[in-house]
């Protein structure tokens, strides 16, 4: 598109040399540019609109546009309430520009009216008018603006007898549309190409010097307009000259045909038409090739998929043979790379097509290989300029460098001969891979047209790959945040094994607030938790993560099921009332075969009875969600046997949009007693039937816990007054049950330190007995109980300190240990691993 000068005066109609005097250089075209919002008012109008239409620009802004143009077919000429007076449409050329104004078009459109200026504002300009000045023709195109302005229509008008005059000595029939058509399309015949290249990104404001270069070096040598895509902007795209040329075309033929009958030679002009018409056939088949790629790739946001559909959309249409490279942070679903690749960035090879008996390339050049290139290739040349490289022959020396970087592989045979175009893949201005084109040698080579038409096709694949790649990113990015938040749950506790499962929802924000825990506690017992925060997005797993925090610090604390829920709630409103949660929390105990239950708006949970394998969903007081504030929790014990199964979920598992939740809770039961080799074959077994019904949405959260318990011969107790003798009795009483037990190898360490925790529990405690607990399971479990709630320290005890060391000896030998308060007083244990039968 060309823009003309800004000057305060109109130009001068005079003629000579085909120039147009008063300050525009041969060639260019004033232009007068106006845009309109959404609004139908004016919110730009340039100084060449001024002289046009002779309306100051503080005159102008905010006005209907309707109020200021030359809209055809408005007003009458006897009434009408604009300055200007419409003489002549456009005579076929397309809709009228009112059409446009109000909204009615989607698409560019051109027209040409004939104006009349008021006296009053020709007078503003401050020069006198050149005589017949009152009077013009005016050439108009409205291009409709897309994009996130308000911002709606795009118009640009010009002066037709500027043209006229300029273009006085070329004796031909076209009209003023023809005859400004190459100043818009920039034929090759254009004289100011650097300067026009200079002006583009004034007119786009996005557009760089380089790529206003780069579009005009390929307009220039094309003779035809280009079609430039962007991904933050759209282009406003030249009206389609082709039509009125078609119909002048016609009647040249039509001249033609006449001269032929009456035996007349056939005019020039009828033999310049055909040509131009095999140029358009060339032209046309090019864009439809173009359109037809668009369509055929970006179909997913796969990037897998999306690189087999750019290296299939071209082969065999356009080239025989489509080899595919990316960086090293593409393939890795990594952040968008940085920095001009060199030689050592490495490039892998993600896709290979051809036309070639199968397997021919598969040994030489295999998917998935990484190497990098050395800077005398042409592929180094694509990757580090952007531009597309073309070779219309492989030469035996460029054969011979080409197959030197491919070691052991002889690749002189599959490319020498050749015509080579390695194209760069790009997005935003970053080489993301390239894509290596090769032709038989029987098969044309690749031309100038070929280059400009497989650098447009690379540029709609980049875009394509660079979306597929960021989704890939992202979606990384959330499942790492999702797994972050979601505990690593070990599948053994005492008394119970536990196996969970996870799944994303499936829409675009994967990240969801459904989370499971697992909590150890005091005297054998493991607290179960299942929560879900509504709502989808990083903000629920924000929220998601705060809440499983402060329910484990919670849980820490021994609190009981009822008022743990009655806490978390309060946390929610201090936290703010966005959002709710559902949550259900469990606490088994082995020892007692005994499941304490509280239930804050969630789905009930499904017990599955070892004995008959029947199933039930549990009977729980259902609770308000959490956040909603003053609603008291309560608590339920269930009996349980060992083997028992606890299956607890969120409602993105049962629930299906347009489908009863009774229907996926009567599923849940049915497929949780289905009997299962394994807890996660359990587990499994329920995705599959909850999982395959369709129309899930939600993300799920699955905790399955089998309640194995814990025998009474593994539990031995003991009270002891608090009197400093009793230590003795406990480091007793404790060597004596180990080696009952076959444990014979612990009771030196466990004597040791039990005889530490006791002492510090008689030293402390008020009044009440000190208790001492074993519980023999997968480790060995020591716990003493005493009523001071203050929890023990480790201190770091000097050569000349009494006390402090105690705490140093249990931390040095035990696997595990730490203390906890409870209601009564506090509990502190300790694990030790049993030695291997």
Not at 234 to 243: A, C, F, L, M, N
Not at 473 to 490: F, G, K, N, R
Not at 563 to 580: C, H, I, P
Request: charged share 25%.
């Amino acid at each position: 598109m060309h823009r003309g000068t800004e000057r305060d005066t109109p130009p001068s109609r005079g003629a000579g040399d085909g120039a147009v005097t008063g300050g525009i250089a041969a060639g260019r075209v004033p232009l007068a540019v106006v845009v309109v919002d959404r609004d139908g008012l004016v919110s730009h109008w340039s100084r060449g609109a001024r002289r046009l239409f002779g309306t100051p620009k503080e005159e102008a802004i905010g006005r209907p546009a309707v109020d200021l143009l030359p809209v055809s077919g408005a007003l009458s000429e006897e009434a009408q309430d604009t300055p200007y007076r419409v003489h002549a449409a456009y005579d076929g050329l397309g809709p009228d520009l009112e059409s446009s104004l109000d909204g009615r078009l989607s698409y560019p459109a051109a027209g040409h009216a004939r104006l009349t200026v008021p006296e009053r504002e020709r007078s503003e300009r401050g020069v006198p008018p050149p005589e017949g000045w009152g009077r013009a023709d005016v050439l108009w195109w409205a291009y409709p603006l897309v994009g996130p302005g308000r911002e709606r229509l795009l118009v640009l008008a010009a002066d037709a007898d500027g043209l006229r005059h300029h273009d006085h000595d070329e004796a031909d029939e076209a009209g003023p549309f023809e005859r400004i058509a190459p100043a818009f399309a920039l034929h090759t015949d254009f004289p100011g190409a650097e300067d026009l290249a200079r002006r583009l990104p004034e007119i786009l404001p996005s557009m760089s010097v380089d790529e206003s270069a780069r579009i005009v070096a390929q307009v220039l040598e094309l003779g035809y307009p280009v079609l430039e895509f962007s991904q933050n902007d759209r282009v406003p795209v030249t009206p389609d000259w082709g039509v009125p040329r078609r119909a002048e075309r016609k009647a040249r033929r039509e001249r033609a045909a006449r001269a032929v009958a009456q035996g007349l030679p056939v005019p020039e002009e009828a033999a310049d038409d055909e040509g131009e018409d095999l140029e358009y056939a060339a032209v046309r088949e090019r864009l439809e090739f173009l359109n037809e790629v668009s369509g055929r790739i970006g179909t997913s946001l796969d990037l897998a998929k999306t690189i087999i559909e750019v290296s299939r959309a071209v082969v065999p249409r356009f080239t025989d043979v489509a080899g595919t490279y990316l960086r090293e942070q593409v393939v890795a679903g990594e952040g968008f790379p940085e920095g001009v690749p060199d030689t050592t960035t490495m490039w892998h090879r993600v896709a290979v097509e051809h036309t070639d008996e199968p397997g021919r390339w598969d040994d030489v050049v295999p998917v998935g290989e990484a190497m990098p290139f050395p800077a005398h290739t042409p592929f180094f040349q694509c990757m580090t300029t952007g531009e597309p490289v073309l070779v219309p022959r492989i030469s035996e020396e460029m054969g011979h460098a080409i197959a030197s970087q491919f070691e052991k592989r002889d690749i002189r045979p599959l490319i020498t001969g050749r015509s080579m175009l390695v194209v760069p893949l790009k997005a935003r201005n970053v080489v993301l891979g390239f894509m290596i084109l090769l032709r038989h040698p029987e098969r044309a080579e690749f031309n100038d047209m070929d280059k400009v038409t497989g650098a447009e096709l690379a540029a709609r694949a980049g875009l394509v790959l660079d979306n597929a790649r960021m989704y890939t990113y992202q979606e990384s990015v959330a499942e790492t945040l999702q797994d972050s938040m979601l505990p690593h749950i070990p599948a053994r506790r005492a008394g119970c094994d536990i196996a969970t499962r996870y799944l994303p929802g499936t829409l675009l924000g994967r990240v969801g607030g459904d989370w499971f825990d697992s909590v150890k506690l005091p005297g054998a017992r493991t607290a179960l938790v299942v929560g879900d925060v509504m709502g989808h997005g990083l903000n629920s797993a924000a929220m998601m993560g705060q809440l499983r925090t402060a329910v484990q610090t919670m849980a820490a604390l021994d609190l009981p099921p009822a008022q743990l829920l009655r806490n978390l709630d309060d946390l929610a409103q201090r936290l703010g009332d966005t959002y709710l949660a559902t949550c259900l929390y469990a606490v088994y105990d082995p020892i007692t075969s005994e499941l304490h239950l509280a239930n804050a708006g969630h789905i009930p949970p499904v017990l599955v009875r070892a004995e008959d394998g029947r199933s039930e969903l549990l009977d729980l007081p259902t609770g308000a969600p959490i956040g909603v504030g003053g609603v008291p929790f309560e608590a339920v014990r269930v009996r349980v046997e060992p083997g028992d199964r606890l299956v607890m979920c969120t409602d993105g598992l049962v629930e299906v949009r347009g489908e009863d939740i009774g229907v996926g809770l009567a599923t849940l039961c049915e497929s949780a007693a289905h009997p299962a080799a394994s807890m996660d074959d359990a587990c499994d077994t329920i995705i599959r039937a909850l999982n395959t019904r369709g129309g899930r949405k939600d993300d799920v959260a699955l905790l399955m816990a089998r309640l194995n318990g814990i025998e009474p011969d593994d539990v031995a107790e003991w009270r002891f007054a608090l009197d400093p003798a009793e230590v003795g009795r406990a480091r007793a009483v404790v060597r004596e049950q180990l080696h009952e037990w076959g444990l014979a190898r612990l009771a030196d360490s466990a004597e040791l330190m039990v005889s530490e925790l006791v002492t510090n529990a008689v030293g402390h405690s008020h009044s009440r007995p000190v208790e001492l607990r074993l519980i023999r399971g997968d480790t060995l479990l020591c716990e003493v109980d005493d009523d001071d709630h203050d929890l023990p320290t480790l201190l770091s005890a000097g050569p000349g300190d009494e006390s402090g060391r105690g705490l140093r000896v249990v931390s040095t030998l035990a696997r595990e240990w730490g203390a906890s308060r409870a209601s009564t007083g506090k509990t502190v244990r300790f694990e030790l691993t049993l030695p291997r039968r």
